[in-house]
């Protein structure tokens, strides 16, 4: 089916793997290195961060907003290491299996600090509520 282009070929395949690799910030405590750590969070959270419906057609599960126009503006840097390290975030609600924190948890504490920094450094955008493909 592949073959006769009724489904998409792999993204490996579409991958020109003689391009550089994409340029890797110095690890450290700082906004930059963190937008490097978010790149997998933005397959849930969106492009911008700012929490989008996502999942299989007709199964969409709703990710929240990353960015200070979302709950996270009042969060303390404490808060939001509880958050990824227990999955019980500030109002006492656990995070479903949906939100990977199990693995993102696991992160360093310099990590975690870029990570937020990054995110407190973004805009402060509205969430979508559209889906992206309507
Ligand atoms: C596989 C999808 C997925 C990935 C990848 C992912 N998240 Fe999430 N995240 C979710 C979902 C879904 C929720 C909502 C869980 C719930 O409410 O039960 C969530 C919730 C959160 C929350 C809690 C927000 C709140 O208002 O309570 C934070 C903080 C968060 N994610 C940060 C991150 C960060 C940082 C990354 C990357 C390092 C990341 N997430 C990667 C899906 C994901």
Redesign the pocket.
């Known amino acids: 089916m592949m073959g006769a282009g009724m489904i998409p070929p792999f993204a490996v395949d579409e991958i020109d793997h003689t391009s550089p690799p994409p340029n890797r910030p110095e690890p450290g405590v700082t906004a930059a290195y963190g937008e490097y750590?978010?790149h997998?969070?933005k397959?849930?959270?969106g492009d911008q961060l700012n929490g989008i419906p996502?999942g299989p057609p007709g199964q969409e599960?709703p990710?929240?907003n990353?960015t200070p126009g979302?709950?996270?503006a009042s969060w303390s840097e404490q808060d939001?290491f509880t958050?990824?390290r227990t999955g019980v975030?500030p109002y006492g609600?656990s995070?479903?299996d949906?939100?990977?924190w199990k693995y993102?948890g696991q992160m360093s504490d310099d990590e975690l600090k870029a990570?937020w920094l990054y995110l407190q450094s973004l805009l402060p955008l509205d969430r979508v509520v559209r889906l992206p493909y309507i």
Do not use: I, K, W
């Open positions: 750590l978010t997998t969070c397959e849930c959270h996502f599960v990710s929240p990353l979302g709950r996270l939001f958050t990824l975030n609600e995070l479903s949906d939100m990977p993102y990570v």
